[in-house]
């Protein structure tokens, strides 16, 4: 199967623009973006959300990487809900943007 080299030593290319699992959910980026994507959300939606962690997601290499995470916060009412939110990231260049955050089904 072919790799490609990015943020990980390896990730699996999978079908060519699709999306593959990513290799440690638990890798601190990848927490730190889901904690960034819950923060970005917050300052549109204002309905204070917190972020508790990232519990799966996939990566696909683009023009940089999309990332599909699956994130469990916290309500304003105390409860624990999944959300699923896209971040495009291209690190070479420091750059990135929620493309979107939704209830996860």
């Known amino acids: 199967m072919a790799r490609v080299t990015d943020r990980w030593s390896e990730i699996p290319a999978g079908v ?3 999306y593959s699992p990513i290799p440690d959910i638990n890798d601190r980026h990848v927490q730190e973006l889901g904690g960034w994507a819950v923060s970005e959300h ?4 204002n309905d204070g959300l917190k972020f508790n962690k990232v519990v799966s997601g996939d990566v696909q290499v683009v023009s940089g990487l999309n990332y599909r995470l699956i994130i469990d916060a916290s309500g304003s009412n105390g409860k624990d809900a999944k959300y ?3 971040v495009w990231e291209r690190d070479w260049t ?3 943007q929620l493309l979107s955050f939704k209830p996860a089904n």
């Open 42 to 45: 917050v300052k549109k939606a």
């Open 84 to 86: 699923e939110a896209v």
């Open 94 to 96: 420091n750059t990135r």
């Open 16 to 18: 060519p623009g699709g």
